[in-house]
């Protein structure tokens, strides 16, 4: 098994965790183990705890970083992170929310809307599939996950051609629901990007819970770090990019009296410092690899423990 990953800003990723040869760090999506071992090699007595929910990524993480003695390889999501640490305070946290190469490479997991396969979409290969969500799910339902998780226009149009058509037949494959997709749009709509972007996304989402995992998972990684630890985290979409930050900026915000307030009554501080403010990826990565278009880099520093 073939498992790539080109890791997207990741000098920029890997200098941002300003890495200490004896410290404790987490890959929360370890993927293919590019920023992985990046970090491994950084390391002397310090620990890389790595952690993915794709059985594929942890099968080859195994294969690729067997030989360090200083790795932890854990089948787990994220949003776990305080179970997988058991108390342990890391003094850097990673997480690469893209999905992997591998999985949009590998025709028969359904996440590419470039390659006819079964609608599958499931990072852990268990549970709900964007199969089951497209031929189950109502008129109502469908709509508000591709408006709401896709930021499509046209989702009301597209949930009831999904619905009209699963009753003459099932929708089975990547290519069937496409040419739904395309026959819910008017043709200038389908110009300047591929016309299933924005439902392929919503039903990964949905399908994959990314969306909640993150609003838990952000609080939790936060809470994990020690005092001077670092969290990097890189996106791919604006509903996630917005979590982040805002939630960044919420760790980072000190006094919130009013302007007109003469002295600070609330007694708030910062608890961190943010260092990267959504850094995108410039020239030469997105000609080597047009997949990073999208993505940006946040990273900030605790300096103190949440009240």
Do not use: W
């Not at 040869?21 to 007595?45: E, M, Q």
């Not at 195994?62 to 030989?67: K, P």
């Not at 997480?95 to 396969?117: I, M, N, W, Y």
């Not at 819970?209 to 001077?228: I, R, S």
């Amino acid at each position: 098994m073939e498992f790539s990953h080109i890791p997207v800003l990741f000098e920029e990723t890997i200098e941002s965790l300003d890495i200490k040869p004896d410290g404790l760090y987490v890959d929360c999506t370890a993927g293919g183990g590019g920023h992985s071992k990046a970090i491994l090699d950084r390391l002397t007595s310090g620990k890389l705890i790595a952690i993915d929910r794709d059985p594929d990524a942890v099968e080859i993480l195994n294969e690729r970083l067997g030989s360090y003695k200083n790795v932890e390889i854990v089948h787990n999501t994220f949003n776990n992170i305080k179970a997988v640490l058991d108390g342990r305070k890391a003094d850097g946290i990673l997480a690469d929310l893209g999905v992997s190469s591998f999985q949009l490479d590998e025709a028969s997991r359904g996440f590419s809307f470039h390659k006819d396969a079964e609608l599958d979409m499931r990072m852990s290969k268990t549970g709900v599939s964007a199969k089951d969500l497209v031929n189950t799910l109502s008129v109502g339902e469908l709509t508000r996950i591709i408006r709401d998780y896709g930021e499509e226009k046209y989702a009301n149009r597209i949930a009831n051609n999904i619905v009209n058509s699963r009753h003459m037949r099932e929708i089975n494959t990547t290519f069937e629901l496409i040419e739904i997709i395309k026959a819910s749009m008017p043709q200038k709509a389908m110009r300047d990007s591929h016309p299933a972007r924005r439902t392929f996304q919503a039903l990964r989402i949905a399908v994959n819970g990314e969306l909640d995992q993150l609003d838990t998972a952000l609080d939790d990684m936060f809470d994990c770090l020690k005092v001077g630890g670092v969290l990097s985290i890189i996106t791919f979409h604006s509903l996630e990019d917005r979590m982040v930050k805002q939630r960044f900026n919420s760790f980072a915000e000190g006094c919130t009296c009013p302007k007109e307030f003469p002295v600070c009554v609330c007694g708030k501080t910062p608890c961190a410092k943010l260092t990267i403010k959504g850094k995108a990826p410039g020239e030469a990565e997105l000609t080597s690899n047009p997949r990073s278009h999208s993505a940006r880099l946040r990273s900030l520093v605790k300096i103190k423990e949440k009240e």
